[in-house]
């Protein structure tokens, strides 16, 4: 399938806590700088904008220059993917299956 | 029916090993849900998840097809969708049993769905435990 490393960039982008947290802020508000991200969060604004890249990379985010700063804005499109149910059975069962494996080694 | 799921499994356990976790219902209940599966062609079962505020948890089932120890399928309905799942048991030389699974008949409107961007907001917040899991 084409779409699979854009998918799977959508899963590594939100399988981290900051970078959710980073989408919940941008999903409330229009747009923010990342001064103010930064503001939000226990690490330096560096850290935070290496999230904020990767979330960049997997199209959740977008990034402009105004002046001096970027501001970023969320685009939730790609999130669309994890919603629709044949990701979601794969994502399922590739839980379920780790879990049988589990079981499995228990036994020997 | 093309398959819109399609996985495939590599286990060091035996192939009788494997069709047993998969057609036994206390077996089943420890790494799917619980459910009163039988490997019986016709029988209708149930798995049980905790129902939550979308979803009342329940999966209605029927089985299609049983070829002890290659091949076991069965209907999955839930949320309005019925899609048939189907396990294929291949044991291989080493000893080692392979698992494939396919998971097919999604709607084409499921499959299209578009916006429900709201949604999507909403559904990767509640998934994203289920999701940690999966990507560990």
Redesign the interface.
Known sequence: MNNNHQERDVYVAIADPTRRKLIRLLAEVDELPLHELTAQFDMGRTAVSKHLAILKDAGLVLARKEGRETRYRLNAAPLKEIQDWVSFYEGFWKERIAKLHLLLEEKK | MKP??S?D?K???SIE??WH?LTDSD?LA???WNNDFQPIVGHKFQFRAEPNEWWDGIVDCEVLEVEEPHKLSYTWTSAG?T?TVTWTLTQVADGTTQ?H?D?GG?SEE??A?????E???Y???N??A??????A
């Open positions: 819109d799921v996985l499994f286990f060091t356990s090993q494997v976790a077996t420890k790494w799917i969708e899609t698992l699974l998971q999604f499921t499959k769905r578009q916006g429900a961007i949604g999507a907001k559904a990767w917040t998934m994203s289920q999701l940690e899991k999966v990507l």
